[in-house]
T-cell receptor, first 116, second 115 residues
């Protein structure tokens, strides 16, 4: 149980395009989802907390206009990297918490984004 | 703000031996959760073990156990009978008790397992 699916797993696109990454909780409802960014050989850096039906909460230093987050349902959150540039290339991971307060976060398999 | 520190960037252990990964954290809360996550080369984040701060008993999951020292704010991971498949990045993480609380990760320890 508690499976989180992230799609796509790998995307390559040209500079200036927008890329959408989906994060789905397959067998549970997730009021809250999280988006992380991970640079090579580094730790996970929280970008934003995604709340169903409301605006995401962004961490300091994360551009909300660059990284658009939508959490339209209890099982789906999306991260759109707008007008992507090579410096946006990274590994992006989402996670979700089942409804119970004491449950750990369950992670998607991540998306490797490469901007040419 | 909470912080998590992993002072060992890399560790190495021989197969079948035991290794301990260190983690310290800083918080003003009295109740919280601590986690160890494993990230193999596939980059999937796998939960290894978790500890609730109000529980004095150290958590154990098969070959994985923790040494939780609340007063010292220390949360080390012991891997017994190490296997080649244990080779990965290991991240220590902290979380408050609120439902929507975010995880704060340490910088990670890369564990190598040698024959």
């Amino acid at each position: 149980g508690a499976v989180v699916s992230q799609h796509p797993s790998w995307v390559i696109c040209k500079s200036g395009t927008s890329v959408k990454i989906e994060c789905r909780s397959l067998d549970f409802q997730a009021t809250t989802m999280f988006w992380y960014r991970q640079f090579p050989k580094k730790s996970l850096m929280l970008m934003a907390t995604s709340n169903e039906g409301s605006k995401a909460t962004y961490e300091q230093g994360v551009e909300k206009d660059k990284f658009l987050i939508n959490h339209a349902s209890l099982t789906l959150s999306t991260l759109t990297v707008t007008s992507a540039h090579p410096e946006d290339s990274s590994f992006y991971i989402c996670s979700a918490i089942p409804g119970e307060a004491n449950q750990p976060q369950h992670f998607g398999d991540g998306t490797r984004l490469s901007i040419l | 703000a909470q912080t998590v520190t992993q002072s060992q960037p890399e560790m190495s252990v021989q197969e079948a031996e035991t290794v301990t990964l260190s983690c310290t954290y800083d918080t003003s809360e009295s109740d919280y959760y601590l986690f160890w996550y494993k990230q193999p080369p596939s980059r999937q984040m796998i939960l290894v073990i978790r500890q609730e701060a109000y529980k004095q008993q150290n958590a154990t999951e098969n070959r994985f156990s923790v040494n939780f020292q609340k007063a010292a704010k220390s949360f080390s991971l012991k891997i017994s009978d190490s296997q080649l498949g244990d080779a990965a990045m290991y991240f220590c993480a902290y979380r408050d008790t609120g439902t929507a609380s975010k995880l704060t990760f340490g910088t990670g320890t890369r564990l190598q397992v040698t024959l």
